[in-house]
């Protein structure tokens, strides 16, 4: 029994091996790091740079309003500022991403007319000989 139990937590550890060596879960890992770097710049982007100029354009604004219900406190201030920051985050990773697209597109350009051609004058020479 102790022999069996001992291969099981054997076979589970290879498993589990495997399982993080996997080339997804790597990338995975790599993905969620770099997603998290990625925040921290763009959380810089919007506090330093857009909303001075927000700032410089209407005055700065002032979303620290809430609602006394009771003893309990809305802040619709702290809500309505984290939905433009949403929107302000949201437009500069469409941008990346759109930006990202386009240099992938142009790896992906089809050959030109002489690539082309040429391709076909070597395919033609390699078949005669």
Do not use: C
């Amino acid at each position: 029994m102790a022999h069996t139990q001992r291969r099981n937590r054997e076979e589970t550890w290879q498993d589990f091996v495997k399982f993080v060596m996997t080339g997804n879960l790597i990338m995975l890992a790599i993905a969620f790091i770099l997603g998290g770097a990625t925040k921290s710049v763009i959380d810089s982007f919007v506090a330093d740079i857009v909303n001075p100029i927000i700032g410089a354009i209407v005055g700065k604004p002032q979303f620290n309003n809430t609602i006394e219900i009771g003893d309990g406190v809305i802040a619709v201030g702290s809500f309505l500022t984290a939905v433009i920051n949403l929107l302000i985050v949201g437009a500069v990773l469409f941008a990346i991403v759109k930006a990202y697209d386009r240099f992938r597109a142009k790896g992906d350009a089809e050959p030109t007319d002489e690539v082309r051609l040429l391709t076909e004058i070597r395919d033609e020479l390699r078949a005669r000989t």
